[in-house]
């Protein structure tokens, strides 16, 4: 296929603008956004998405786990469709770039093919992801391992929220549950472009991230059990503390991480203490370790010494623990000839860039699983994500949708 030309951009200033109006929707209390998947506000959010798509000229699917598939026409009706997209549900605290630059610059690919009247052969399909984050319902790409197969749809429809409510209900609620059977659909491929969400490139000022590959994932819930008791009147030699339990164990989290550095990391960043209350010892903790690394050799030893050290800890404190695996999935290796098309957009266009491996989880990772797939990354400021200052400059946003474009329309063709 003829690669476009040099000159085949994007409009940078549109873009922006779409993602600042978006942003507008699910504001947070810093700056970022709090549009959680399936409240109101993402309901809200996929209402302006799909006005916008419409105004594009594209027809919008939607499948039985609220996955959105705006699709415009190529000349090969026949041909399977470039899929480009990510997700707009944000973290509780999130950003206002994490998962809707992928979603807005697929769109920016259409609004931009539409004003140069460019027809490709294949179709292509802007998609939004249902529940990418995980925060609300886990495991994160719920949907997308719908797609993929991965999960099934009754167990992700049991998916529950911190207040009991389901998932398979609260998609009816907010109105966005479709017809069509989730992963019927069948890609020629699919592109993903997203913020780094870590410090290399904005650190080697590199415009773009080629991603070769995505670190593997491992979430395990610990449930640590002692008992709740009064904490001036318990004697110390009486005290079932489950709440030092935790802290002993989030204290070898961190010393095994370590022990495979420079690329593991652990952590937990989800923490449930009961009863929570400042005069009674906690009688139960509930919490998850999310150990990730390149390697899956490494993954699985650290999974293994989680449990290992952590049932020594809690036999040592008389304490009761018990592991669920609730999320994870293996390193990915991404699809060669989509990782080609994305360094050679970026060189074409003379962005500065290198290849990465993503440090965080993407829906790309479980849908290459089912189509050739690759990723396009740009710097964010510090680093920082899943955090409300973070930010990305128009630059940046515009170099990666130009990328993405060119990636896509390659592998789309374009029909003279
Ligand atoms: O967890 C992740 O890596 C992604 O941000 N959901
Ligand atoms: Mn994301
Ligand atoms: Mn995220």
């Not at 699985?300 to 304490?319: F, N, P, T």
Request: hydrophobic residues 40%; glycine residues 12%.
């Amino acid at each position: 296929m003829a690669a476009p030309g040099e000159n085949l951009r994007i409009n940078g200033d549109r873009l922006w603008d779409s993602l600042m109006e978006m942003a507008k929707i699910g504001p947070g209390v810093a700056g970022g956004n709090n549009r959680q998947t399936l409240t109101d506000e993402d309901a809200e959010g996929r209402t302006l998405f799909e006005k916008w798509c419409e105004e594009a000229g594209c027809t919008m699917g939607l499948d039985t786990m609220g996955n959105m598939f705006a699709r415009r026409e190529g000349t090969d009706p026949e041909a399977l469709p470039v899929y480009v997209g990510s997700h707009l549900d944000t973290q509780p605290t999130g950003g206002k770039y994490d998962g809707v630059l992928g979603v807005l610059g697929g769109l920016e690919i259409v609004r931009s093919l539409n004003d140069m009247n460019i027809k490709t052969k294949h179709p292509i399909v802007v998609t939004n992801w249902t529940n990418e984050e995980g925060t609300r319902f886990a495991p994160a790409m719920l949907a997308s391992g719908v797609f993929a197969g991965v999960h099934t749809q009754d167990w992700a429809y049991g998916r529950e929220d911190a207040e009991g409510k389901r998932f398979g209900a609260e998609l009816e609620r907010i109105g966005w549950k479709g017809d069509e059977e989730v992963g019927a659909r069948k890609m020629h491929a699919m592109f993903e472009l997203h913020i780094e969400q870590g410090p290399i490139l904005e650190a080697e000022g590199k415009d773009i991230g080629v991603v070769t590959h995505g670190q593997g994932l491992s979430w395990t819930q610990v449930t640590v059990t002692g008992k709740d008791s009064h904490t001036g009147s318990t004697p110390m030699p009486m005290r079932k503390n489950a709440g030092l339990g935790m802290a002993r164990i989030l204290e070898l989290v961190d010393q095994i991480a370590w022990s495979h550095k420079p690329d593991a990391v652990g952590a937990a960043g989800h923490i449930d203490v009961y009863p929570n209350s400042r005069n009674v010892i906690p009688g139960k903790v509930v919490f998850t370790v999310d150990f990730r690394s390149p390697d899956l050799s490494v993954i699985e030893d650290m999974e293994k010494r989680l449990r290992e050290g952590a049932s020594q800890i809690c036999a040592d404190m008389g304490l009761d623990v018990a592991f669920e695996k609730t999320g994870g999935f293996d390193p990915v290796e991404f699809d060669k000839d989509c990782v080609a098309a994305v360094r050679n957009a970026a060189e074409r266009l003379g962005y500065s860039h290198r290849d990465l491996i993503s440090g965080a989880g993407h829906d790309a990772c479980w849908i290459n699983q089912v189509a050739p797939t690759a990723m396009v990354m740009c710097p964010c400021v510090d680093g920082l994500s899943h955090n409300e200052a973070e930010e990305i400059s128009k630059e940046w946003a515009t170099a990666g949708t130009d990328v993405l474009f060119h990636a896509v329309i390659e592998t789309a063709g374009i029909v003279e």
